[in-house]
């Protein structure tokens, strides 16, 4: 079985930080790619940081949250993070951890890559 599960949301004001955590059950983060996206309301989702586990470790962010967002991972954990700093209401979302497995070329940020989701956790950034 493999299943993820985020947390760490919650409500911060501008300019505030959270860091998100994302726990595998029944699976080692030894994945091809491991990823955060976000979906707002009535928008399309969104990639957010990725990062290659397949052989490089690169990394890739999305240009609006470049500088401000950093993803890290445990392995001995099986664990991801997502801290986010600087926040902005436009970043307000619910977002979900990814993980994809098969051999190949680095998922990055389009979810159509990744077979394995987490529920999601929210991120309300206020004013």
């Known amino acids: 079985q493999v299943q993820l599960k985020e947390s760490g949301g919650g409500s911060v004001q501008v300019g505030g930080s959270l860091t998100l955590s994302c726990t595998s059950s029944?699976?080692?983060?030894?994945?091809?790619?491991v990823a955060w996206f976000r979906q707002a309301p009535g928008k399309e989702r969104e990639g957010v940081a990725s990062i290659y586990n397949g052989g490089t470790g690169a990394t890739i962010y999305a240009d609006s949250v470049k500088g401000r967002f950093t993803l890290s991972q445990d392995v001995d954990k099986n664990t991801a993070y997502l801290q986010m700093t600087s926040l902005k209401p436009e970043d307000t979302a619910m977002y979900y951890c990814?993980?994809?497995?098969?051999?190949?070329?680095?998922?990055?940020?389009?979810?159509?890559?990744?077979?394995?989701w987490g529920q999601g956790t929210q991120v309300t950034v206020s004013s």
């Open positions: 990814a993980v994809k497995t098969t051999r190949g070329l680095w998922g990055g940020l389009r979810p159509n890559e990744y077979p394995y």
């Open positions: 029944g699976y080692i983060y030894s994945a091809t790619s």
